[in-house]
């Protein structure tokens, strides 16, 4: 377990005969930031309400923040929480809400009071901290969320589906936020969520999980690697040239070329296993770009797909 | 954006179960609900005054009389207040989805219930002051406003604890906010009910046993027996009993069992 900041260990969780978590393990280390990913009901919630001691595991261990599952107080001491679906006491401001926690945190009353308005200009809200927190919108009860999960300079921070309901602007700033907080302070963040360019932006670990089940775990690579989603183009090129372009990819050893399905400009072009073996890599795309330019064919277009995380998330989904 | 330092301030922080409480009791405060209670009580105890100032007036009622009569009310409807409040700690945070917020904080969960309670009670000594000026305006007299203030602020706060605890208690053990205040309502009515019996329940040893089981049969026969039936403090204790129990047995429960209750969704296999 050394360096490990967040160590699972074969965590199971069941409701009776309903399994919503099964043998999960991995680490996370200092200034991680994972993303956990698995579509509804695949156990993100799970894990992140186990790590965080709001649910006890049924089987398996866990440490956080070098504490193991059975001090909670002293994990929770450690941890920042964005729960999914965390209401907001409606009469209170914004600011009486963040000192009330940093309290909960056992910080001073006067204090409290200046980390919550620190924390408040932090997030963009210090001109809306003395209004009741009924009257924000619902990216600013997000941010509002998100201060209130750094009250305690957490080593940990969980953040289930943080961007939900913000404008582009506002997920700018929170992804920035999340980067900053892993990489100035060394901050371990556990990010849920469905926006898969955000994982692919932020995170440097993944998780996927389905059904319950670690399906991946490993950096953004790894886990396109892992999930082996044939990588294929769609080359774009003027109609009149197609045939050349087909005959120029069709002379190159391990490719397949067809014209796509319903468009007449557009080559799909598949990398199939070479001699050796070794599975096709995105990269080995280039080489029938090169082949088209070489043709003397103008290429329009040239797309690279199932080299993305979304590919490998719904190869491994079934989605 | 910058980023949170350290947390400062450790050494004057104040114990959770009391940030807990001075929170809820803000929160009841600021949301209009315990200005609402108190605001309804009042209404009933003017009405309660006028009728009994009135029957004493014409002489059908006795000042004793009349002073007990409020003291009664005063009592039934400030545990009622209480109780309601007590029966949302719980279940309204985990309906308003703002339980798990709370949960994930260092704050021990018995000092949580106890800051409830004691947010609770506040309301219980809300009524009760509210309940004063219209005590002062039967008694007439001071012994009796004196003997009235001390009688129903000691048996009305024993039974507001003990009911605030089985609110809360009933709270921890619902998911649906509307069930656990059915539920405490229900209980409530049905421990009020042998005192609005017009011949009392009938007489013989099983029955004087559930009366003095009863915390609010019982400890408003005591405050009756002392203004009206001129008994001495001393007399009669049996009656404070049950109330004291109620309080040993649910606040026992609540405080003991905390860990175990207060979680995200209630039931044996939520946790």
Redesign the interface.
């Given at each position: 377990m050394a360096g490990a900041v967040v160590q699972a260990k074969a965590l199971t969780k069941r409701?009776?005969a309903r399994t919503a978590l099964a043998d999960l393990s991995f680490s996370a280390d200092q200034g991680d930031v994972v993303g956990l990913l698995g579509p509804n009901g695949a156990g993100k919630t799970t894990t992140i309400?186990l790590l965080?001691?709001?649910?006890?595991p049924t089987s398996g261990d866990f440490s956080v923040a070098g504490h193991r599952s059975n001090a909670a107080?002293?994990i929770?001491?450690r941890?920042g929480?964005l729960?999914e679906?965390?209401?907001?006491?409606?009469?209170?401001t914004g600011r009486?809400y963040l000192r009330?926690?940093?309290?909960?945190?056992?910080?001073?009353?006067?204090?409290?009071g200046?980390?919550a308005d620190?924390?408040l200009?932090?997030?963009g809200l210090d001109e809306r901290g003395r209004s009741a927190i009924s009257s924000y919108s619902r990216g600013m009860k997000r941010r509002l969320?998100i201060a209130?999960a750094?009250?305690?300079?957490p080593a940990v921070i969980f953040l289930d589906e943080p961007t939900i309901g913000l404008d582009p602007a506002g997920r700018s700033?929170v992804l920035?936020?999340v980067r900053?907080?892993a990489r100035?302070?060394g901050t371990t963040v556990l990010l849920s969520t469905h926006t898969l360019p955000e994982v692919e932006e932020t995170c440097s670990k993944v998780l996927v999980l389905d059904q319950g089940r670690l399906q991946s775990f490993g950096s953004v690579r790894d886990v396109i690697e892992t999930a082996m989603v044939e990588p294929y183009a769609q080359l774009r090129v003027h109609r009149d040239l197609l045939t050349r372009a087909k005959e120029a990819v069709a002379g190159l050893k391990d490719f397949s070329v067809e014209q796509s399905d319903g468009q007449p400009d557009v080559l799909r072009i598949t990398a199939i296993a070479s001699a050796n073996g070794r599975p096709p890599m995105s990269a080995d795309l280039n080489a029938a770009l090169v082949a088209v330019a070489e043709a003397g064919v103008p290429v329009l277009s040239f797309e690279v797909e199932g080299a993305r995380l979304t590919d490998a998330f719904l190869k491994m989904t079934g989605g | 954006m910058t980023l949170p330092a350290e947390p400062e301030g450790l050494e004057d922080a104040a114990p959770t179960w009391l940030v807990v409480a001075r929170q809820e009791m803000r929160d009841l405060s600021i949301s209009g609900r315990a200005l609402v209670l108190l605001f309804g009580l009042s209404a009933l105890l003017s009405a309660v005054t006028y009728l009994a100032a009135s029957n004493q007036a014409l002489n059908f009622l006795e000042r004793r009389e009349a002073v007990n009569l409020l003291v009664q009310f005063a009592v039934a409807v400030g545990v009622l207040v209480t109780l309601v409040v007590s029966a949302d700690g719980i279940s309204g945070e985990r309906e308003r989805g703002t339980l798990e917020t709370l949960l994930v904080t260092p704050a021990p969960r018995r000092a949580i219930v106890l800051g409830k309670l004691v947010a609770a009670l506040s309301l219980w000594f809300g009524a009760y002051a509210v309940s004063v000026p219209y005590v002062l305006l039967l008694s007439g007299e001071l012994g009796i406003l004196v003997q009235t203030l001390v009688l129903s602020l000691v048996v009305g706060t024993l039974i507001a604890i003990g009911l605030a605890s089985i609110g809360l208690l009933i709270s921890s053990m619902s998911n649906s906010n509307k069930a656990s205040l059915a539920i405490s309502v229900f209980l409530l009515l049905i421990l009020f009910a042998p005192t609005q019996l017009p011949s009392g329940l009938p007489q013989g040893l099983f029955f004087d046993a559930l009366l003095l089981l009863d915390p609010i049969t019982a400890g408003l026969g005591y405050i009756s027996g002392q203004l009206i039936g001129g008994q001495a403090w001393t007399e009669d204790l049996v009656s404070l009993v049950s109330p004291v129990l109620i309080i040993v047995l649910a606040g026992g429960a609540l405080l003991l069992g905390a860990p175990r209750l207060v979680r995200l969704v209630a039931g044996r296999s939520a946790g």
């Open positions: 409701y009776g309400r965080t001691t709001v649910l006890t107080e002293e929770r001491r941890i929480v729960p679906s965390g209401g907001y006491p409606r009469h209170q009486d009330y926690y940093a309290r909960l945190h056992g910080i001073g009353q006067r204090p409290a200046l980390l620190r924390l200009a932090d997030v969320g209130r750094l009250v305690n300079d700033q920035g936020m900053d907080l100035s302070r | -």
